[in-house]
C-alpha cells in the first residue's frame, strides 16, 4: 500500500497571491474563501492540495460524520447537542483531526451534496435513515470545487444557501433535517471556459488570477522541482519539512493572536471609501477587506493594521466586484488604491470603472484589410427559438426547461418505471412508493399493528426529474471583402453582440467560425466565455473572397463533435453572409444547396441572416435556409422597430 503525499505547499514557485490568498483563509475561515483564475499548468490545483498538510487540527465528536465541535452548541448537530447540554461528552468522546480539503466533482448530484435518504434501510427496516453528504464531509473543513464555472446550476444554489446560513438543510421523503455546515470555499477555474455566476462570484472572499511565470530562472527551477518530487516524493518533502513547520507554526499562532488585532476608525473609513469608489454591490466587499487585513496582520505578528494590510486586502478582495455586466474589461487599478489611502484629494478619472464596449481602438490585424466596430443598437438576441426538447440533456443552463434522466435533474415527484430494472436505488420515490404500498390491505393492517409494510414490485416508483439545458451558439461569419460595403459588418457584429448578451443570461455556449479568402477557421472552440468572444468579435478583419461551403463544413463539424461528446447542449448554427463572391466547388448554389440538405439531414438546428444588399438579389441564402430547413431573416428587418412583432407572427416568440 503507497501513501500518497502532496506536493509541499512551500515547494510552489511563484504566485506568491495566491498562496498568500490560502494561508489567509487557512487562518481565518471567516474571510469566505478565495477563487483562483487562471489558464491551465499554473499550479491552481496543486496548490490547494498542499494546503491541506499546513491545515492546523481541530476538535471533533468522535463518530459524528458532522466533525461536530464539542466546545461550541452553534458548530454542532442536534443529536450532539443533547449529549453536550447533558454532560455525557467526556475526554474518550474527543478526537483530533486535520482539517481536509472535501472535493466537490463538478457532476455531483444534488442528493450528493445536501445528503438523502438511505433507501435500502427504509424499505428493508423500516426506518428513515439519512445518508450525509459532501456538505457533511466538509463542516469545518475545506470545500473545493475544481472548474467552479461548470458546476450545475441547482448545485451551485445550494452552496450558496449554505455557504449564507451556516447550516445544511436537507427535505427529502417527508423528512426534514439539518446539520452545521461551515466551510471554506475554494474554486479553481480557467477564465476560457466560461464566466462564473455573479451570485456565487460574489460568495467568494478573495479572489486571484494567476499568471504563467515569465522569469527563466524560475521556470528551470520548476522542471527541477516538479522531476525530483516525481523520482522520490518522501526524499522531497523530507526537504522542505523545516520550511512547512515555520510556516505551519506561523499560521498556527497568527490564529491564536487573531481576535487580539485591532482596526481603527481610520482605517475602517479607507475600507469604506474604496468600495464606494469600486462601486462594489453591498457591504460583503468591506467586510472581507476588514477581516483580510485582520488576517494578514496577524500573520505578520502585528496587533493592530496598518496601511499596507489594507492595500494588500484590498487587492484580494476587490478584483472579482468590480464586475456589473458582461463585456466590461474592468481591471482594479492599484492606483486608485493607493490614491485614497494616501489620502491624496485630487479626483482621478473614471478610466479604470467605465465599461469599454464602445471603446473604437481597434487592433489592425492586417494593413491590406478592415477591422469594423460594433454596431450595437442592432438588438437580435431574441431570434433563437427553443426548437427541441430532449430528455438526455444535460441541465447546466437556463434556456429550456425539460423532463431529464439525469439523476442531477431537480426531483418533483414519481412517476412508475418503464421495466423493473431499477439502475440506481437513489432513484426510487419513496414517498410514492410507501404511499401507494400502504393502500394495500394487508399493509393498512401492518400499520395498524405497527408492522412492517410488504414493499411490492408493483409499489414501486421511481424518481421524476426536470432539467434546464442551454445551445452551443455556433456563429458562422462571412469576413469577405463584400461584407465591408454600406457597413454590413458592423451590424453582423452588432447582431453577434446582442445575441451574446443574451447568452450571458442563459448560459449558452458559443463557439465562433470565420470564412474569408480560401479558408474557414475556428478562432473560439466551443466555450461558456462570452467575455472571450467578444473580444474576438471585435478582432475579426473583412476582405477577400468568400468559402460559403468550407464555412458550414466547418461549423457542422464543430456541432457534430458536440453531439458525440454527448454533452447535452443544443449545437444551433447562426450564419452571417450574402453569399457574394462564393468560392465554389462545383457550381456556386448547387453546392450550397447540398450542404443545406445535408445540415438537414444531421437535425442540426440553423437560422440564415441575409447580408445580401444588390439591386440584383441573387437570394442564395434563402435557398439555402429552404434546403437546411433553416430559419431565415434578411439583415435589414433586424433593424426595423417592429422586430418582435415580426418573430412572433412567425412563431419563433410566443405572443408578447
Known amino acids: 500500500m503507497t501513501h500518497y503525499r502532496p506536493y509541499p ?54 463518530d459524528c460524520p458532522f466533525n461536530c465541535n464539542p466546545k461550541n452548541l452553534k458548530e454542532s448537530c442536534h443529536s450532539c447537542q443533547h449529549e453536550i447540554i447533558a454532560g455525557n461528552i467526556k475526554e474518550q468522546d474527543l478526537l483530533q483531526k486535520k482539517m481536509r480539503v472535501i472535493n466537490l466533482p463538478i457532476n455531483s448530484t444534488e442528493d450528493r451534496v ?26 469545518r473543513n ?54 462564473l455566476r455573479p451570485q456565487l462570484l460574489d460568495r467568494f472572499g478573495l479572489s486571484v488570477d494567476v499568471d504563467r511565470i515569465e522569469d527563466v530562472a524560475k521556470r528551470v527551477l520548476i ?9 522520490d516524493s518522501e526524499k522531497f518533502c523530507e526537504a522542505f519539512q523545516e520550511k512547512q513547520d515555520k510556516l505551519r507554526n506561523k499560521i498556527v499562532n497568527a490564529r491564536k493572536m487573531l481576535n487580539s488585532v485591532q482596526i481603527s476608525d481610520k482605517y475602517l473609513e479607507k475600507i469604506a471609501q474604496l468600495c464606494i469608489a469600486f462601486k462594489t454591490d453591498g457591504h460583503r466587499a468591506d467586510i472581507t477587506i476588514s477581516r483580510a487585513a485582520k488576517t494578514i496582520a496577524a500573520l505578520n505578528g502585528k496587533i493592530e493594521v496598518d496601511g499596507d494590510d489594507i492595500r494588500t486586502a484590498a487587492k484580494l478582495s476587490l478584483s472579482h466586484r468590480l464586475r456589473r455586466l458582461p463585456f466590461e474589461d474592468q481591471k482594479l487599478d492599484e492606483n486608485d488604491i493607493e490614491e485614497i489611502l494616501e489620502e491624496e484629494k485630487e479626483e482621478k478619472a473614471d478610466n479604470t470603472i467605465e465599461n469599454d464596449i464602445n471603446d473604437n481602438d481597434h487592433q489592425i490585424l492586417n494593413v491590406k484589410e478592415e477591422v469594423f466596430k460594433i454596431n450595437e443598437k442592432v438588438k437580435a438576441d431574441r431570434i433563437i ?96 471583402g463584400s461584407m465591408g460595403v454600406n457597413d454590413r459588418m458592423e451590424t453582423v457584429k452588432g447582431i453577434i453582440f446582442s445575441i ?73 448554427i447562426i450564419l452571417l453572409t450574402d453569399a457574394r463572391g462564393n468560392v465554389y466547388y462545383k457550381d456556386a448554389i448547387d453546392d450550397v444547396i447540398k450542404m443545406g440538405e445535408q445540415i438537414a439531414k444531421q437535425k442540426l438546428d440553423a437560422i440564415v441572416i441575409d447580408v445580401e444588399n444588390s439591386d440584383v438579389k441573387l437570394e442564395i441564402c434563402k435557398k439555402l435556409a429552404e434546403s437546411a430547413d433553416a430559419a431565415y431573416y434578411h439583415i435589414d428587418s433586424l433593424n426595423k422597430d417592429n422586430l418582435n412583432e415580426i418573430l412572433t407572427i412567425e412563431g419563433i416568440l410566443d405572443k408578447i
Open 9 to 62: 505547499f512551500t515547494a510552489i514557485i511563484g504566485q506568491e497571491l495566491m498562496k498568500l490568498a490560502l494561508i489567509l483563509n487557512a487562518i481565518n475561515q471567516r474571510i469566505g474563501g478565495v477563487l483562483i483564475k487562471g489558464t491551465k499548468g499554473t499550479a491552481k490545483t496543486t496548490a490547494v492540495r498542499a494546503l491541506a498538510d499546513l491545515l492546523p487540527e481541530i476538535e471533533v465528536i468522535k
Open 114 to 139: 445536501v445528503g438523502t435518504i438511505d433507501i435500502k434501510k427504509a424499505l428493508l427496516k423500516g426506518i428513515k435513515a439519512l445518508e450525509p453528504g459532501i456538505l457533511a464531509e466538509a463542516n
Open 142 to 195: 475545506i470545500l473545493y470545487i475544481d472548474e467552479v464555472n461548470l458546476l450545475a446550476d441547482n448545485v451551485a444554489d445550494i452552496l450558496l444557501d449554505s455557504a449564507a446560513m451556516g447550516i445544511n438543510i436537507i427535505e427529502r421523503e417527508g423528512i426534514s433535517f439539518h446539520h452545521p455546515s461551515n466551510f471554506i470555499l475554494i474554486g479553481t477555474m480557467n477564465p476560457e471556459e466560461g464566466n
Open 223 to 231: 522542471v527541477k522541482y516538479v522531476e525530483e518530487f516525481q523520482k
Open 385 to 480: 427559438q427553443n426548437k427541441k426538447i430532449r430528455k438526455t440533456m444535460n441541465i447546466s443552463g437556463q434556456r429550456i426547461v425539460h423532463p431529464t434522466n439525469s439523476t442531477r435533474g431537480k426531483y418533483i415527484g414519481g412517476k412508475k418505471p418503464r421495466n423493473l430494472n431499477i439502475p440506481i436505488s437513489h432513484d426510487i420515490a419513496l414517498n410514492e412508493t410507501l404511499n401507494k404500498a400502504a393502500l394495500e390491505p394487508e399493509n393498512r393492517e401492518a400499520i395498524k399493528n405497527g408492522k412492517k409494510l410488504n414493499i411490492k414490485e408493483d409499489h414501486i416508483y421511481i424518481k421524476k426529474r426536470m432539467g434546464k439545458s442551454s445551445y452551443l451558439i455556433i456563429f458562422c461569419v462571412d469576413a469577405s
Open 500 to 572: 451574446l448578451q443574451a447568452n450571458y443570461i442563459h448560459r449558452d455556449k458559443v463557439s465562433l467560425i470565420v470564412f474569408r479568402k480560401d479558408k474557414a477557421e475556428v478562432i473560439l472552440p466551443p466555450t461558456r466565455s462570452t467575455d472571450l468572444a467578444y473580444k474576438l468579435l471585435k478582432e475579426i478583419p473583412t476582405g477577400g473572397t468568400t468559402p460559403l461551403v468550407a464555412g458550414l463544413m466547418k461549423a457542422m463539424d464543430v456541432a457534430l463533435e458536440e453531439i458525440q461528446k454527448k454533452t447535452g447542449y443544443i449545437p444551433l
